[in-house]
């Protein structure tokens, strides 16, 4: 009898404690706490500009798998950046760096999960993304875009009732893009397609995974690398505001890149570069 | 005395897991306005061009912006200016952040998220602007880097007493500049001492309209200019997000103190007649 009673009370609470969940649209325990900043973790030994496979230093040391096209293709931009030039890198119009560079992640970032979808919110150049996670199908036509159109999926891989796993796929690109500031370039048919597996620790919520895996056409077989960044350990993050445009002294003129200098006079940033072309002023020269 | 610990036991217990998950569950989506989704603003019959700050009057000096007459010279200046330059209204000449109060125009659509610490703002237009409210409860830092979206702080209202929200009550502080308040150039102080009030909520009568009244305090200014912004939601779940990349879409360029047009062809093009071309002097190469 005592024990019928007690299971009574159980199922009372129990069902009150329903009825109050019940109530919420919206609710947060299914998915991971991905709440606060996240920052790229660093890996010691690996110096310079943050490289796409974070594990391996920059530039020939990321042995991406190229076709020999876009192998001769990221060796002329080597050649061009020793000159001073940008090669292949365009973000330094304040293009976006688009996908997947983006998830190198510059700057601290947001993750903003609803049920519907999740906002990576980086301020960096023009990197943030929607990841659409409302069970759309792929539209019959996408306009295409430099971080593209993400589809996700939430799985619970563990069979606990909580997701823990968010399944991403990307397509829809427009270009120019490379994979990091060495110029590793992507297919300029912007056919790339990423699949990402974005997940905690399972010791550690605080550390962060984005396995990311491209299938593009400059590749000759699917490339993979894992991403892992940490929550930045403050209550209330500072967020940075990064406005590209902002005292960026890089300006492209014909296809060509000049740098602004101090004095707000055009600069060659190689030698013996070439002044633009000024046909249309009728001026003289000052 | 073992009966009764028992079921205290088991209550206490159930009790624990029950808060445990509501402290998870904290989010009552229920007592929030449905604000989230894309919204684009309303048009308003008869208003051509770039949308100005106040959408209920014309542009420019149709705007009757409350000057200092200090600023209503600089203002004056740069009208003068433009049409010197022809260049009218524009968009940007630059792709600096609009920044607050400009950015609530939503040029490009916008997105509301709603969650208990943070309202999202998300409008990609010239900058990706992340404009967040925070409705923590917290107070006011003692130092913020300014900003040209600025620093929110919000609290959410329940008017009508009904046990839900309806309004967001939104102050912003700590901004930077240059800012204007809309494409015609009515410019903002130079101080940047600006601070901002809003008040965000859905129409009583039609839910798929957003209001978002705005109170702007200014040294530019000779009192508080208020406007009301309106807004639609986007009703198609599917609709597309535009990626504005600022230097795609915005043919000029600044070198030293001059504007130049970039052409489609490349080249480089003078804004108004008998315009200087810029100063080549680092070039050792013959000009082209």
Same mark, same amino acid.
């Given at each position: 009898?005592?024990?019928?009673?007690?299971?009574?009370?159980?199922?009372?609470?129990?069902?009150?404690?329903?009825?109050?969940?019940?109530?919420?649209?919206?609710?947060?325990?299914?998915?991971?706490?991905?709440?606060?900043?996240?920052?790229? /973790?660093?890996?010691? %030994?690996?110096? *310079?500009?943050? $490289? @796409? &496979? !974070?594990?391996?230093? =920059?530039? #020939?040391?990321?042995?991406?798998?190229?076709?020999?096209?876009?192998?001769?293709?990221?060796?002329?931009?080597?050649?061009?950046?020793?000159?001073?030039?940008?090669?292949?890198?365009?973000?330094?119009?304040?293009?976006?760096?688009?996908?997947?560079?983006?998830?190198?992640?510059?700057?601290?970032?947001?993750?903003?999960?609803?049920?519907?979808?999740?906002?990576?919110?980086?301020?960096?150049?023009?990197?943030?993304?929607?990841?659409?996670?409302?069970?759309?199908?792929?539209?019959?036509?996408?306009?295409?875009?430099?971080?593209?159109?993400?589809?996700?999926?939430?799985?619970?891989?563990?069979?606990?009732?909580?997701?823990?796993?968010?399944? /991403?796929?990307?397509? %829809?690109?427009? *270009?120019?893009? $490379? @994979? &990091? !500031?060495?110029?590793? =370039?992507? #297919?300029?048919?912007?056919?790339?397609?990423?699949?990402?597996?974005?997940?905690?620790?399972?010791?550690?919520?605080?550390?962060?995974?984005?396995?990311?895996?491209?299938?593009?056409?400059?590749?000759?077989?699917?490339?993979?690398?894992?991403?892992?960044?940490?929550?930045?350990?403050?209550?209330?993050?500072?967020?940075?505001?990064?406005?590209?445009?902002?005292?960026?002294?890089?300006?492209?003129?014909?296809?060509?890149?000049?740098?602004?200098?101090?004095?707000?006079?055009?600069?060659?940033?190689?030698?013996?570069?070439?002044?633009?072309?000024?046909?249309?002023?009728?001026?003289?020269?000052? | 005395?073992?009966?009764?610990?028992?079921?205290?036991?088991?209550?206490?217990?159930?009790?624990?897991?029950?808060?445990?998950?509501?402290?998870?569950?904290?989010?009552?989506?229920?007592?929030?306005?449905?604000?989230?989704?894309?919204?684009?603003?309303?048009?308003?019959?008869?208003?051509?061009?770039?949308?100005?700050?106040?959408?209920?009057?014309?542009?420019?000096?149709?705007?009757?912006?409350?000057?200092?007459?200090?600023?209503?010279?600089?203002?004056?200046?740069?009208?003068?200016?433009?049409?010197?330059?022809?260049?009218?209204?524009?968009?940007?000449?630059?792709?600096?952040?609009?920044?607050?109060?400009?950015?609530?125009?939503?040029?490009?659509?916008?997105?509301?998220?709603?969650?208990?610490?943070?309202?999202?703002?998300?409008?990609?237009?010239?900058?990706?602007?992340?404009?967040?409210?925070?409705?923590?409860?917290?107070?006011?830092?003692?130092?913020?880097?300014?900003?040209?979206?600025?620093?929110?702080?919000?609290?959410?209202?329940?008017?009508?007493?009904?046990?839900?929200?309806?309004?967001?009550?939104?102050?912003?502080?700590?901004?930077?500049?240059?800012?204007?308040?809309?494409?015609?150039?009515?410019?903002?102080?130079?101080?940047?001492?600006?601070?901002?009030?809003?008040?965000?909520?859905?129409?009583?009568?039609?839910?798929?309209?957003?209001?978002?009244?705005?109170?702007?305090?200014?040294?530019?200014?000779?009192?508080?200019?208020?406007?009301?912004?309106?807004?639609?939601?986007?009703?198609?779940?599917?609709?597309?997000?535009?990626?504005?990349?600022?230097?795609?879409?915005?043919?000029?360029?600044?070198?030293?103190?001059?504007?130049?047009?970039?052409?489609?062809?490349?080249?480089?093009?003078?804004?108004?007649?008998?315009?200087?071309?810029?100063?080549?002097?680092?070039?050792?190469?013959?000009?082209?």
């Amino acid at each position: 009898m005592h024990y019928r009673t007690t299971i009574g009370a159980v199922v009372l609470a129990a069902s009150l404690c329903g009825t109050f969940a019940g109530a919420l649209a919206f609710d947060e325990s299914k998915y991971p706490n991905w709440k606060g900043a996240w920052r790229r /973790v660093a890996v010691p %030994g690996i110096v *310079g500009q943050p $490289s @796409y &496979d !974070p594990t391996k230093l =920059p530039g #020939a040391a990321q042995q991406a798998p190229l076709t020999p096209e876009y192998q001769a293709i990221y060796e002329a931009n080597v050649k061009d950046q020793a000159l001073g030039g940008q090669g292949t890198d365009p973000t330094y119009t304040c293009l976006s760096p688009g996908m997947p560079r983006v998830m190198t992640t510059f700057v601290p970032f947001e993750i903003v999960v609803t049920p519907q979808m999740t906002n990576f919110l980086i301020q960096h150049i023009h990197d943030s993304r929607r990841i659409f996670t409302d069970g759309r199908d792929w539209p019959k036509n996408i306009v295409p875009t430099f971080v593209g159109y993400s589809i996700g999926h939430w799985i619970d891989t563990d069979g606990d009732g909580r997701y823990d796993v968010l399944e /991403v796929e990307t397509r %829809g690109f427009k *270009g120019p893009r $490379s @994979y &990091d !500031p060495a110029g590793i =370039p992507l #297919a300029f048919d912007n056919q790339s397609i990423f699949k990402e597996r974005i997940y905690s620790d399972k010791a550690d919520p605080n550390i962060l995974y984005d396995e990311i895996t491209t299938i593009d056409n400059a590749l000759t077989r699917p490339w993979s690398v894992t991403k892992t960044y940490t929550r930045v350990p403050v209550k209330q993050p500072e967020w940075i505001e990064e406005v590209c445009a902002e005292g960026n002294s890089d300006v492209e003129i014909d296809h060509q890149g000049y740098f602004l200098s101090g004095d707000g006079s055009l600069m060659p940033t190689k030698k013996d570069q070439a002044p633009p072309d000024l046909r249309y002023f009728k001026q003289p020269q000052r | 005395m073992q009966y009764f610990g028992s079921v205290a036991t088991a209550m206490v217990t159930v009790a624990a897991l029950c808060m445990s998950t509501a402290a998870l569950r904290a989010f009552d989506d229920a007592i929030y306005p449905d604000l989230n989704g894309q919204w684009t603003r309303a048009i308003v019959p008869g208003a051509v061009g770039l949308p100005p700050f106040d959408p209920g009057k014309p542009t420019g000096r149709g705007q009757q912006a409350p000057l200092t007459p200090e600023y209503q010279a600089k203002f004056e200046a740069t009208l003068a200016e433009r049409a010197a330059k022809g260049l009218g209204d524009v968009e940007a000449v630059s792709c600096l952040a609009p920044g607050m109060p400009m950015m609530m125009q939503a040029y490009e659509p916008m997105q509301i998220t709603v969650l208990p610490e943070t309202t999202y703002i998300l409008i990609d237009h010239i900058h990706e602007s992340h404009r967040r409210i925070f409705t923590d409860g917290r107070a006011w830092p003692k130092t913020v880097a300014p900003t040209f979206t600025g620093y929110s702080i919000g609290r959410w209202i329940d008017e009508d007493g009904d046990g839900r929200y309806d309004v967001l009550e939104s102050e912003t502080r700590h901004l930077k500049g240059p800012r204007v308040f809309d494409s015609s150039g009515i410019p903002l102080h130079e101080d940047d001492q600006t601070v901002v009030k809003e008040r965000i909520y859905l129409d009583k009568a039609d839910r798929n309209l957003l209001h978002d009244e705005i109170t702007v305090t200014d040294h530019a200014l000779t009192r508080p200019w208020t406007v009301m912004k309106n807004y639609r939601r986007t009703l198609d779940p599917l609709a597309d997000w535009p990626e504005y990349i600022c230097n795609e879409r915005i043919p000029f360029l600044r070198i030293g103190t001059e504007i130049y047009r970039v052409g489609e062809d490349g080249h480089l093009m003078p804004t108004r007649q008998n315009q200087p071309p810029p100063d080549l002097r680092y070039f050792t190469q013959p000009k082209k």
